[in-house]
């Protein structure tokens, strides 16, 4: 395994992360997930050592999202959003009201815009600079800022949260 596969795999846990929030549905967050990796494995030449890997392959990652998205269009499909999200497992009082809370977060996820979606996904969930994020979606800074706080607003509300 080279040192580029191993990263990769070091990052599959954050990248199934983000496929999830575009998809919305674990199953083709990992079909997502498995074809951005290919994509990747077959372009590793393009990528620039000293680069961010993560970065890169985010990218990957939402411009397959848009061809999906493209070809679901095209064959009349739409996208599913799991509507109960609560099967929970029997567990003790603490982890079960976490896993409501999480479903909870998913379902207003879920809710918001597609573009506040990803955005909230690459700086709130990942981390992500404002810069990279803005860098890697290709929007103005004051784009990715307004994206966010009105995502955040979004999710405070549908929560039940006042700033």
Same mark, same amino acid.
């Given at each position: 395994?080279?040192?580029?596969?191993?990263?990769?795999?070091?990052l599959l846990?954050?990248?199934r992360?983000?496929?999830?929030?575009?998809?919305?549905?674990?199953?083709?967050?990992d079909?997502?997930?498995?074809?951005?990796?290919e994509?990747?494995l077959?372009a590793?030449?393009q990528?620039?050592? %000293?680069?961010?890997?993560?970065s890169?392959m985010?990218?990957?990652?939402?411009?397959c999202w848009?061809d999906?998205l493209?070809?679901?269009?095209?064959?009349?499909?739409?996208?599913?959003?799991d509507?109960? %999200?609560?099967?929970?497992?029997d567990?003790g009082?603490?982890?079960m009201?976490a896993?409501?809370?999480?479903?909870?977060?998913d379902?207003?996820?879920?809710?918001l815009?597609?573009e506040?979606?990803?955005?909230i996904?690459l700086?709130?969930v990942?981390g992500?600079?404002?810069?990279e994020?803005?860098?890697?979606?290709?929007?103005?800074?004051g784009t990715?800022?307004?994206?966010?706080?009105r %995502?955040?607003?979004?999710?405070?509300?549908?929560? %039940?949260?006042?700033a």
């Amino acid at each position: 395994m080279t040192g580029f596969e191993r990263d990769l795999l070091d990052l599959l846990p954050r990248l199934r992360r983000f496929a999830r929030s575009l998809t919305l549905d674990v199953a083709d967050a990992d079909d997502l997930c498995q074809i951005a990796l290919e994509r990747a494995l077959k372009a590793e030449d393009q990528w620039a050592e %000293g680069t961010r890997l993560d970065s890169w392959m985010y990218r990957i990652i939402r411009n397959c999202w848009i061809d999906e998205l493209r070809s679901r269009r095209r064959r009349g499909e739409t996208v599913p959003v799991d509507a109960d %999200g609560l099967d929970l497992p029997d567990a003790g009082d603490r982890q079960m009201e976490a896993r409501v809370e999480l479903n909870n977060v998913d379902r207003a996820m879920a809710a918001l815009p597609p573009e506040q979606r990803e955005v909230i996904a690459l700086v709130l969930v990942e981390g992500l600079a404002y810069r990279e994020a803005a860098e890697l979606l290709d929007l103005p800074m004051g784009t990715i800022t307004s994206r966010l706080v009105r %995502g955040r607003q979004a999710l405070m509300d549908h929560l %039940g949260e006042r700033a």
